[in-house]
């Protein structure tokens, strides 16, 4: 890298910091709660929440106690967890207790529920969603919406047909500081905007691995397995590390590192994937059980746009004390938003031109949720199952490439990386990447990373032409009786 880009890119990192510097503006606050709830008991809508041990809290925090919703159902594979929420539900409610059910099937049956939230493990995400819709329930679904990338689809296709809402759980595009700063690029501010560069550093412990060990008691595994194939538990820590397990989860990736990936793309003006897609990364530990990178950079090429993601999930692994952030280059200047809530817009040179910050945390896309159920209408929604599919697909192309890619050197690595269409971009988020992965140390080598392979996508189709070994990564052979609807013609699982 010549001196100039380096600069470029010692700019891009300072600017980050210099937007998470901004304090954020009351004024511009979010939604109170309440703020569309109605007064009358008689326009409640009936809300079932499924996966309550996590996510789904807070989906409770937000319905129980509403004058217009009432919390009917709890459900849950772990009896422990769900009948716990069901006393904290009814504490809420004026002493009204949902109904606790395992099995969300039961749920669906009843036609008191109008709304359906899901904050399950990932690979229940796509499956319990289209069940509701299909019901005739409208969907809150946390993020990755999906699973794999056919998945995805199928949740889009599925929304359409029985006419249903379904938002996706990317809270930050119901936030005044993001929204402005969409505002800024899309006025043309800072010129043609050609690169957005997402950070999620997100510290995760490592994995440990084993087993066979014991289903935690009170745990029904058939239930929580789903489409996912029967399997031991070879994980010490059942409720969280199934993230690093590709039949359950996406890594980090997924929950999180989506919302890095939505916000690029939504900046860039991107409505569908993109042409190439390259992945490299490393740091897998568990003595085998973890097989989801923890660290990794993503890259993916629309043409005229390009868009690098780097995803770490070490101690200490933030860039100039940032985060979780977004930078976007315009040709006349730059916009960077430091988490969700403060962001700037500097000139070619990086002096500030404007500053803006505020918002708030899951309630204010809650509430959009709720208003567009009410209107009827998917158009209301901040984030449309269509947004989420998109936005969740372009995160699973980067696990397909990291999952085809070889071991080797990091020196080699370097090399390779340099030779390919996104230049000193990818090669400075490799450096970075690279740096912190000998810190760690990672299992496989303080010097080795997998490099991914560099896939051609045919955005219209969502597939790899001619790489039929790629295409296979994209949907799952799913067990009886969890086929998701309309991928019927897929192996299928006993």
């Known amino acids: 890298m010549d001196k100039r880009t380096n600069r470029r890119q010692f700019l891009e990192e300072s600017l980050l910091a210099a937007a998470a510097a901004v304090t954020p503006s009351s004024a511009m606050g979010w939604l109170a709660r309440d703020s569309v709830s109605s007064r009358s008991a008689i326009e409640r809508l009936g809300v079932a929440i499924v996966g309550v041990r996590g996510r789904g809290n807070s989906h409770i925090s937000y319905f129980a106690g509403r004058r217009d919703t009432r919390v009917l159902y709890v459900c ?81 296709e599925t929304a359409r047909h029985y006419r249903r809402i379904c938002q996706s759980g990317m809270q930050a595009r119901s936030h005044p500081c993001v929204q402005a700063a969409m505002g800024h690029l899309h006025s043309g501010r800072i010129g043609t905007v050609t690169f957005a560069r997402g950070i999620c550093c997100h510290h995760r412990n490592p994995i440990v691995g084993g087993g066979p060990y014991p289903i ?89 746009r390009k868009l690098v993601l780097e995803m770490r999930a070490l101690s200490d692994c933030g860039v100039r004390e940032t985060r979780m952030g977004v930078v976007f280059r315009g040709s006349n200047g730059y916009v960077a938003i430091s988490g969700f809530h403060r962001g700037a817009v500097f000139d070619a040179e990086g002096r500030a031109i404007s500053r803006f910050g505020g918002g708030g945390g899951i309630e204010s896309h809650l509430e959009n949720f709720v208003s567009a159920v009410r209107a009827g209408s998917c158009r209301q929604l901040n984030a449309d199952i269509e947004d989420g599919h998109l936005s969740s697909a372009l995160c699973h192309l980067g696990n397909v490439s990291f999952r085809l890619g070889d071991t080797i050197s990091a020196d080699d690595a370097a090399d390779q990386l340099a030779s390919l269409p996104w230049g000193d971009d990818v090669s400075a988020a490799f450096s970075r990447t690279r740096r912190y992965l000998r810190q760690q140390g990672a299992a496989d080598g303080s010097n080795q990373v997998r490099l991914g392979a560099l896939l051609a996508c045919d955005p219209d189709s969502e597939d790899f032409p001619n790489h039929p070994e790629a295409n296979r990564l994209l949907t799952r052979a799913y067990r009886r009786p969890f086929v998701i609807p309309g991928a019927e013609q897929l192996p299928v699982s006993v």
């Open 76 to 156: 849950d594979v772990d009896q422990s967890v769900g009948r716990t929420r069901v006393r904290e539900v009814a504490a809420r409610q004026g002493g009204s207790p949902p109904k606790y059910e395992e099995d969300l099937r039961r749920v669906l049956e009843d036609p008191r529920v109008d709304i359906v939230t899901i904050a399950t493990p990932n690979h229940w995400h796509a499956l319990a969603a289209i069940w509701a819709m299909q019901a005739g329930k409208d969907v809150y679904l946390e993020t990755p919406v999906s699973h794999n990338v056919q998945e995805g689809r199928l949740l889009v």
């Open 216 to 304: 935690p008691e009170g745990v029904n595994y058939d239930l929580w397995l789903g489409p996912a194939p029967r399997a031991p538990l070879t994980r010490a820590q059942f409720h969280y590390d199934w993230r690093w397990q590709w039949p359950y989860g996406n890594g980090v990736l997924g929950p999180q590192g989506v919302h890095q990936v939505d916000l690029c793309r939504w900046g860039l003006g991107i409505a569908g994937l993109g042409g190439r897609v390259l992945s490299v990364g490393g740091c897998l530990q568990g003595g085998g059980v973890h097989t989801v990178a923890a660290t990794q950079v993503i890259c993916h090429d629309f043409g005229d």
